[in-house]
């Protein structure tokens, strides 16, 4: 159960990925509907919490400036087509603040990634995004499991879909969302390495002002999830709060992805 010092210390930073009424059957379990999502930001509206985006928890982390009181965070992962229009609409209709990590190889013509087929948004769009008020950030360029990768693809993977980003907005690209939240130690330094100053992973819990810069805990919206969910989540109770060392559980199961990797080659995180 969270306590009442947690619930006022803890920081919700919700993880959404599409916003369709008929999602592809892959995504269908994190899409959540333009009524429900509507619904959604409503509720954030109402709970009198500040909306921020990642670059402001950054800052407050680095010790370089003091968050509001009562922050929440949005953030969109992988760039599905509803993203640049309804999506970004219904956020800045509200004055929301957001932040999008966008999979390059995903929106890129001629690119390539381990995503399944869906409506995609495209790469000359991200400026837009930006235009409508919504921070950009990397989500690599294949969405592969990065915690099972070598050192030489892991490398590859955090800094062209930077460096294609930072083509295409004309500025640095400072944050990082690893696919599926799966990362490591080694996964960690090396996305400092890359120039990233953040990077978020999922861990559905509930972040803090003592988080980790390179495991920003998320809180992963499902469709199952109802407004009363999210209500919670933004009274600071639900969830844990993080930081907090990862459970046996968790390591066992990157032994074995990483294990599983070494035989079939890189595998889509989702």
């Known amino acids: 159960m969270t306590g009442a010092g947690e619930a006022s210390a ?90 999008a990590y966008l999979t390059t190889g995903a929106i890129s013509p001629g690119g390539r990634s381990l995503l399944p087929p869906a409506p995609m948004m495209t790469l000359d769009q991200a400026a837009g995004l930006e235009r409508s008020g919504m921070e950009i950030g990397s989500h690599t360029v294949t969405h592969a499991q990065l915690d099972t990768l070598s050192a030489r693809a892991l490398d590859r993977e955090l800094r062209e879909s930077r460096t294609v980003l930072e083509d295409a907005l004309g500025h640095p690209v400072r944050h990082l969302a690893y696919p599926h939240g799966y990362n490591s130690g080694r996964v960690r330094r090396m996305a400092g390495a890359a120039g990233y100053e953040t990077a978020t992973a999922v861990r559905h819990a509930l972040s803090s002002e003592r988080d980790e810069a390179y495991r920003i805990a998320r809180l992963i919206v499902r469709r199952s999830h109802t407004v009363a969910d999210v209500e919670t989540w933004l009274a600071g109770g639900g969830a844990r709060v993080a930081p907090y060392r990862d459970r046996p559980k968790t390591v066992g199961w990157r032994w074995y992805r990483r294990a599983r990797a070494v035989l079939r080659g890189p595998v889509f995180a989702g």
């Open 10 to 99: 803890a920081i919700p930073v919700f993880l959404y990925h599409a916003v369709m009424e008929e999602p592809p059957d892959w995504i269908a379990e994190f899409n959540v509907t333009p009524k429900e999502f509507a619904a959604h930001l409503d509720a954030i509206v109402d709970s009198g919490r500040t909306p921020v985006t990642v670059s402001a928890l950054a800052d407050h982390l680095a010790g370089r400036a003091p968050l509001p009181a009562r922050p929440v965070l949005l953030t969109f992962d992988d760039g599905f087509a509803d993203l640049p229009g309804p999506t970004a609409e219904a956020l800045a209709a509200r004055d929301l603040a957001a932040t």
